[in-house]
């Protein structure tokens, strides 16, 4: 064994401390050589008690982000308890997809064989631009065409699911990708078409500071891909005008 593998310490310590639950997070997932972008969840890698212990840490560390920004946190009655309240809004809420588990969702068979196309939504979407952590809230929509093999799922769980992928920091173009997919291997039709129409706050909040423009985007899978009369019908049924 080399010097320097001797003389590191173990993925638990640093310095002979315990090392922050966020490296210890950080060590199982790569050591297990998986990725931990933005919009991954690292669900898998994260241990009971832990998400308790990683709220503390990232209060620890807002508090110091907010010192940084030479604000009183402890006489100003409005900040005082803002770096908590922060970590709590990153972790359990918009960022909550990053550390939760896929949710439940119940599937019925295909029992009477259909294979029109199902249309779902405006559903409604938050997330979180990956490159300045602001707001991105717009309306998903999602096109099915199943075959008799396919797998139902109920009304509700595509919006429980697009929440899950979309609670995390995302870019658009990838979020809908990763919605599909999702539920490419969860109901395996014959094809799948998923469309967002999008506010940008780092557009509307800052830069050029344009509240006007939208981002729209789709992807297609399968039939809606190949089949042009199948993708202009569900695009004219997708009312982006509402």
């Known amino acids: 064994m080399d010097r320097m593998a001797m003389d590191k310490p173990p993925a638990g310590e640093q310095d002979g401390k315990a090392a922050p639950v ?4 950080r060590s199982r997932i790569e050591r297990a050589n998986k990725r931990y972008h933005a ?16 709220l503390e ?21 409005n900040t005082r308890d803002t770096a908590r309240r922060v970590a709590k809004m990153y972790l359990n809420e918009v960022f909550r997809g990053r550390y939760v588990g896929e949710p439940p969702v119940t ?29 991105i ?27 899950w992928i979309m ?19 969860k109901v395996a039709p014959d094809g ?16 050029v500071k344009d509240s006007a423009t939208k981002m729209v985007n789709s992807v297609m899978r399968g039939a809606f891909l190949k089949n042009a009369s199948l993708r202009r019908e569900f695009l004219s049924l997708v ?3 509402d």
């Open 39 to 54: 919009n991954d969840n690292i669900s898998a890698f994260i241990e009971p008690g832990e998400m308790e212990a990683l």
């Open 239 to 241: 009312n982006l005008k």
């Open 137 to 163: 809230m717009g309306r998903l929509w999602i096109g099915l065409l199943p075959n008799e093999h396919s797998n139902l799922i109920g009304l509700s769980k595509y919006s429980r699911l697009a929440e």
């Open 192 to 207: 799948l078409a998923v469309v967002m129409e999008a506010d940008h706050f780092c557009m509307h909040w800052r830069g």
């Open 22 to 25: 966020s490296a210890r997070i």
């Open 57 to 77: 840490e990232v209060a620890s560390k807002m508090h110091g982000v907010l010192e940084s920004l030479v604000i009183d946190v402890r006489h100003d009655h």
């Open 107 to 135: 599937e019925f068979p295909n029992a009477e064989y259909l294979n029109e196309l199902m249309i779902v939504g405006p559903i409604t979407v938050r997330s979180a631009c990956s490159h300045h952590l602001c707001p």
């Open 167 to 185: 609670s995390r920091p995302q870019i658009q173009e990838e979020a809908i990708a990763q919605v599909a997919d999702l539920l490419m291997n």
